[in-house]
């Protein structure tokens, strides 16, 4: 995963800036990080850190992974952002968070995770989510999905079904990671008060990524 995430693609890093621009107008609900217009950011499955380089001056983390591999080249990455402050790496899946209290981050933010959940955890997932986030507190997420345009890219949804299914090479390159789930639906029956998500074809300028160009991104409020 470090050798497939230490590639910066520049397009798509234009997407994730402005897709987690509006984060800094966020106002945390915890008064001793409101007085520093600091805000706490939980990220479930944050792998080597792909996403620092986005998250507001001052943010104070919590991060979530259940592979404890990921700490070393997390921690190793962490010292190029001086600018955010990790309170804890717990390692866990994301339907079990017990050590995330009730209520007490500002923003969660998933990015190429739904895909490698086992499905049966996903609602359970968001329902975890749902109950760390304060009221009002927001989700991001980034996900690439199914090919939702059949018409034009038949092919690339059946490259998807047989690199999942018939030569699962995806799941066993990229830990689990399944090329044909529709994410998006679950979210928006998620029970969340508000959802605003867009399908869109990944910039990423690699024949390799082909049958993960189709994604969807959004924020999901409590
Ligand atoms: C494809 S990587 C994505 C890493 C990073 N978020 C990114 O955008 O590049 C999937 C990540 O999800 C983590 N993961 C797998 N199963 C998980 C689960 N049940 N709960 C939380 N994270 C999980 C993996 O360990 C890995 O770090």
Redo the contacts with the bound molecule.
């Keep these: 995963?470090h050798f497939?995430?230490k590639d910066v693609f520049p397009e798509l890093e234009e997407v994730k800036k402005e897709h987690f621009a509006s984060m800094s107008s966020i106002v945390s609900h915890d008064p001793a990080l409101l007085d520093k217009k600091a805000i706490r950011i939980l990220?479930?499955?944050?792998?080597?850190?792909?996403?620092f380089a986005h998250y507001p001056e001052g943010s104070h983390l919590v991060v979530?992974?259940?592979?404890p591999h990921?700490k070393s080249y997390f921690e190793e990455n962490r010292k190029s952002f001086p600018h955010l402050q990790v309170e804890d790496f717990v390692v866990?899946?994301?339907?079990?968070m017990e050590a995330v209290k009730d209520e007490s981050v500002d923003v969660v933010?998933?990015?190429?995770?739904l895909?490698?959940?086992?499905s049966e955890?996903i609602q359970a997932?968001l329902k975890e989510i749902q109950r760390v986030l304060v009221p009002g507190g927001k989700f991001y997420f980034?996900e690439h999905i199914v090919e939702f345009d059949l018409k034009k890219y038949w092919w690339r949804r059946k490259l998807q079904h047989v690199f999942t299914h018939w030569i699962p090479v995806w799941p066993f390159i990229?830990?689990?990671?399944c090329l044909d789930r529709d994410t998006l639906p679950v979210i928006q029956q998620a029970g969340f008060s508000s959802v605003h998500a867009q399908k869109y074809y990944a910039p990423i300028p690699s024949m390799f990524y082909e049958p993960e160009r189709s994604n969807m991104k959004g924020i999901a409020t409590k």
Excluded at 64 to 67: E, H, S, T
Excluded at 92 to 96: E, F, I, L, N, P
Excluded at 174 to 177: I, L, M, N, V, Y
């Design positions: 995963m497939c995430t990220e479930i499955g944050v792998g080597t850190g792909v996403n979530v992974d259940p592979n990921f866990t899946t994301g339907d079990r933010v998933v990015t190429l995770v895909c490698s959940l086992p955890t997932t980034m990229f830990d689990g990671c």
